[in-house]
């Protein structure tokens, strides 16, 4: 184990995406990004919905979350998220029709439109087309 | 004794029962497969929730939530998660039997919200009230499911309509074993661990904003977990049950052929000696 390695592993209801040691780690946090070195001081916060970066073995890695929260204790930062994808798991046309599906509800503004949902669409969606740059 | 007709009658009848009995074998086989990969695949997400959510407790012991206030109970909510289908040996009637135990157990008014069909009709037809009802779930329940299945649940609880649910489920172990269980869903309860230190913690925003986030989603969760176990249990106790069924269909038919055998035997004796004395008779 490297010196100053941090213990990540991110969950999802599905499954377990990664499971290793990395070097940092920046995180969507309620109040904005948010860096988490080693020996961080013991953390709880809520994520938002974003793009996770982690550096593992020197190299930068994207990650796609929709929201769910992160706890930091003993050099271990455990990622509960409600679902997450790894830079190359992102389905980009996807993300890029569903981004221009919720602009396009958005921009039209109908009566029975529900606002908070499709605005989590479009965060969504742009958090992966980001991610998978 | 049994005609020969009747006896190749029985055969036919039990031959076609025991097509059936293991095509559907091998369907819950394939389905347990599947139910069993998500099953442990989702495991670890609500052991860490679970985990993370006792520590947080442990160290925030003068803090409360709504999901976690305890209220004087009025009226007792219990989740119950069945199959929509029969034909799976125990596993509705266990479920059945610890919901009977529970009702009676209580002097509080129950209400029941019952996941699958075999439990809404049984205790509809007991005439147990049924305040909620989830049908076709589905062989495959999604988290979404479960997320919808628990915000509800969530609603009635700070609603007043329940002050406290129970979710019974089956709790899969193998495709042999499985356990139903009993689980205090709300208020929430944080399992108290042995080892658990009391860490200070940095809250971001706010203990109250974490904890608005964590609470909902370990109630999600827990949901979710006990539909993907009883879904997984479900399968195993069906495909045991089939199995056995199968078992018992090629018992029944070498019992029969022997049967059958012994009275073609016994017709071709009579037969002979009906020749013999006639030949007998004409010297």
């Not at chain 1, 890695?61 to 509960?80: D, Q, R, W």
């Not at chain 2, 799976?88 to 266990?94: K, L, M, S, V």
Request: aromatic share 4%; charged share 25%; hydrophobic share 40%.
């Amino acid at each position: 184990m490297a010196e100053n390695a941090i213990n990540f592993e991110v969950v999802t209801p599905e499954k377990v995406i990664i499971s290793g040691n990395i070097d940092s780690l920046i995180v969507p946090a309620a109040l904005g990004y948010l860096g988490v070195l080693s020996n961080h001081a013991p953390l709880v916060t809520a994520l938002e919905i974003g793009v996770v970066t982690y550096r593992q073995d020197g190299k930068p890695k994207k990650m796609a979350i929709s929201g769910g929260f992160l706890e930091v204790v003993n050099n271990k930062a455990v990622v509960l998220a409600q679902t997450a994808e790894t830079e190359d798991k992102i389905d980009v046309s996807r993300a890029q029709s569903a981004k221009e599906r919720a602009e396009k509800r958005l921009s039209e503004r109908n009566a029975d439109l529900d606002l908070l949902r499709a605005e989590m669409a479009l965060k969504r969606a742009v958090s992966r087309i980001k991610a998978a740059q | 004794m049994a005609s020969m007709r009747d006896i190749r009658r029985r055969i036919k009848s039990i031959k076609s029962t025991q097509q059936i009995t293991k095509a559907m074998k091998m369907v819950a086989a394939a389905k347990l497969r599947r139910a069993q990969e998500s099953v442990v695949s989702s495991r670890p997400y609500s052991e860490k929730v679970q985990d993370v959510l006792g520590r947080l407790a442990a160290s925030t012991k003068d803090y409360s939530h709504p999901l976690m206030e305890q209220r004087e109970v009025k009226k007792v909510g219990l989740v119950i998660l069945t199959g929509d289908r029969g034909l799976c040996g125990g596993y509705n009637a266990n479920i059945i039997r610890m919901t009977e135990h529970m009702i009676a157990g209580t002097d509080k008014p129950v209400g029941l919200v019952a996941v699958g069909r075999r439990g809404r009709d049984y205790f509809r037809r007991r005439g147990i009230e049924i305040t909620e009802e989830y049908i076709n779930i589905g062989d495959n329940p999604t988290y979404i499911q479960g997320k919808e299945l628990a915000k509800r649940l969530m609603v009635l609880y700070s609603e007043g309509m329940f002050d406290e649910i129970y979710i019974l489920y089956t709790k899969f172990k193998s495709a042999m074993s499985m356990m139903p269980k009993t689980l205090k869903l709300l208020p929430v309860q944080p399992e108290e661990g042995e080892e658990i230190k009391e860490v200070e913690y940095i809250y971001e925003p706010s203990q109250a904003g974490v904890m608005n986030v964590l609470l909902p989603s370990y109630v999600e969760t827990t949901v979710y977990q006990a539909l993907l176990e009883s879904k997984a249990s479900e399968h195993g106790a069906r495909m045991t049950a089939m199995s056995s069924a199968t078992d018992n269909a090629v018992e029944i038919i070498d019992k029969l052929n022997l049967t059958l055998n012994r009275a073609r035997q016994a017709a071709i004796t009579t037969e002979i000696s009906e020749i013999v004395s006639g030949a007998a008779a004409l010297q």
